[in-house]
DNA sequence: TCCGTGCATTTACAGCGTAAATATTTACGC
DNA sequence: GCGTAAATATTTACGCTGTAAATGCACGGA
């Protein structure tokens, strides 16, 4: 058996398990997930579709592996006092790499298998949220709450992926054939996307909507705060 | 040309778009949207897969039908003067529809090409905030916070598609495996999924958390409301 | 009767993921 | 240097996908 992990061997053109992700991410980056075949891949990377088998196990695997990558690219903020501003900076973080690679926000969702780094992620924020204090019974929902915001917005934002420019040619089109008449409220809100570019504050308000929300909740009020159960 | 809209000359068994879109759902809520191809539903029509072609232009006209369907059962309510409680039972239909057909959600976000019904449904949600007086500026982002919520809520649901009794078995199984000393939270969460069921709960948790935050925007505390500008 | 029209079938093709067999390259003990 | 075994790449093949094109068939009106 040939030795393992041996550092300065490196013969410089072989593949491994990274740089196929990496290919992938890139292709997927530029020309959508859709382009990313194994065969199209191998060709990227100069080599025979089938050769990627021998660092990746299956399409699934290359799709959670370069998940896993983006999920990697996310900043977890060091654990502190003030948990509405972590809370705060991971999501943006995320959004940001999902806006990055507009391919991997629908997989988040439909993944099973959880690489590393998003275990990595998962595990920091909620520990954050709940060294914030909020009861058990809570924990799981503010959790989730914000990572549908994220995901949803993002979701949402990438599913008209087209630049300024393009937007309103297209949109003008498709405002000349569409039934304004019908669809008065529709139609003023398309337009409103044509005319108003989002860089990122949509996101940003619905966040902070949250996590004000869940600050609320944190602290009834007056009420002094159960301990844990 | 032939005679158009002939009531009672129906041969009994022939195809229609409906009865495609209708046979596409069943499969899809049955075996899952990757079973939907095209020579499987003609099967499941008792036809050759490429007679679906009279009825559809191609495979995404099928999708963006089917979602539309989906689109039409969502509830609509009446204008009135309490739009929370539109609102709410807008979105709480809107993500049963979601969870009939875990499918769908997916496809929400993705499909470009708005069928009639998601139209009546957008432009119902768009006329329902503005009539509640929501400044212009407010609408477009209150809108996407609730939709993003929804959309969000349902993937996140959909992405561990099991049901209580399965749940248990392949969590224990999972957890056995798992890094737990390594991601203590992640671990503790995931074990919370196991031993609760979410009952859509959770949903309307973060849907009144948002409807909440919205409310105190709409009129901000003490100062009087601006009109539309 | 014949013809056009609408619908279903048949055939065909390129591309997909990947199993299996084969060929090639590499690394190590001698 | 050598041989050998492991690691890596290629070739071939199979069943599946969406769909273009040609064909077949039944019907309704001239």
Redesign the pocket.
């Known amino acids: ?4 992990n ?1 550092a300065p ?3 410089r ?4 398990r990274d740089r196929v992700l990496d290919a992938g991410i890139a292709l997927a980056d530029a020309e959508g997930i859709g ?8 060709r990227e ?11 990746i ?6 799709l959670d592996g370069m998940l896993d990558c983006v999920a990697a690219e996310i900043e977890l903020p060091d654990s502190g006092p003030d948990w509405r501003d972590q809370a705060r900076r991971r999501a943006i973080s995320a959004h940001a790499a999902f806006m990055r690679h507009p391919w991997s926000a629908a997989l988040w969702t439909a993944s099973i298998n959880l690489g590393p780094a998003r275990m990595r992620y998962l595990d920091n924020a909620l520990r954050s949220l709940r060294q914030a204090g909020f009861p058990l019974e809570l924990l799981d929902r503010t959790f989730h709450t914000i990572e549908n915001h994220i995901v949803g917005h993002a979701l949402q934002a990438l599913g008209f992926p087209l630049d300024h420019g393009q937007m309103e040619q297209i949109g003008e089109d498709f405002l000349r054939t569409f039934p304004v008449t019908q669809y008065p409220d529709l139609a003023a809100h398309i337009r409103h996307h044509l005319e108003h570019q989002d860089n990122g504050d949509g996101f940003e308000f619905g966040l902070d909507l949250i996590l004000d929300g869940l600050e609320r909740m944190r602290t009834p009020s007056q009420r002094p705060l159960p301990g844990p159960r």
């Open positions: 058996m040939p030795p393992l041996e061997k490196r013969r053109t072989t593949l491994n382009a990313v075949t194994m065969r199209r891949l191998g990377l100069g080599v025979e579709g089938m050769a990627l088998y021998n660092h196990d299956n399409k699934h695997d290359r």
